[in-house]
């Protein structure tokens, strides 16, 4: 089945650790994003990739990094520089973007991070 | 700047009837697209419907149909005959070069 994975589903770090968060998709879609939610709010665009080896911060990069160095994996490292890390935070993928009616984004099911 | 508003954090309905989500959307572009995304307490984003901004017939996706009323900004949710299963954050989400959410309607479906 195609589809898109997190890991691990629950994430605990102790402050001034760095933490990275696994994604994984065999949907064969070119662009990858990250988002964090918060209670209350919306998701928010941590970085996103539209091809591998380059990507693009999104609205809430600081004390994020992140890699593309396959189609199919985009692993999210949350530094100690990341003031609030403890968030839920979702993968997304979808086909690439220029291809028209090619906007639905498929998520992962989520990385539940708690710093302790 | 681009904004997406859903004015009702949270919402109530019986089984079997009607509930309508509000959302509004500010934005200069001409070209977009709108999109309900269902979040239930297992967490994962589900697809429900989606709608192209060229397009003036209202999407439908069995139960669900939306309002889109694009003079207006505004592209509301329609659930019909409503399930249990229907309990869910409901996120409604615009897109020209990246996708912005709402922050979100709590829906709770009543036996």
């Known amino acids: 089945d195609g589809g898109i994975t997190q890991s691990p589903k629950y994430l605990f770090r102790k402050e001034g650790q760095n933490v990275t968060l696994s994604c994984e998709q065999n949907l064969n879609h070119d662009a990858m994003y990250w988002y964090r939610q918060d209670p209350g709010q919306g998701l928010r665009l941590i970085y996103y990739?539209?091809?591998?080896?380059?990507?693009q911060k999104g609205d809430i990069a600081e004390g994020y990094s992140v890699s593309r160095e396959k189609k199919e994996s985009f692993p999210l490292t949350v530094t100690s520089a990341q003031k609030n890390p403890t968030a839920f935070y979702l993968c997304a993928s979808s086909i690439d973007e220029g291809l028209a009616g090619a906007r639905e984004q498929f998520f992962g099911p989520g990385t539940r991070l708690t710093v302790l | 700047a681009q904004t997406v508003t859903q004015s009702q954090p949270e919402m109530s309905v019986q089984e079997a009837e009607t509930v309508t989500l509000s959302c509004t959307y500010d934005?200069?572009?001409?070209?977009?697209?709108l999109f309900w995304y269902k979040q239930p307490p297992s967490r994962q984003m589900i697809l429900v419907i989606r709608?192209?901004?060229?397009?003036?017939q209202n999407a439908t996706e069995n139960r669900f149909s939306v309002n889109f009323q694009k003079a207006a900004k505004s592209f509301s949710l329609k659930i019909s005959d409503s399930q249990l299963g229907d309990t869910a954050m409901y996120f409604c989400a615009f897109r020209t070069d990246k996708l912005i959410f709402g922050t979100g309607t709590r829906l709770q479906v009543f036996p």
């Open positions: 709608q192209e901004a060229y397009k003036q």
């Open positions: 934005t200069s572009e001409n070209n977009y697209y």
């Open positions: 990739s539209q091809i591998v080896n380059d990507f």
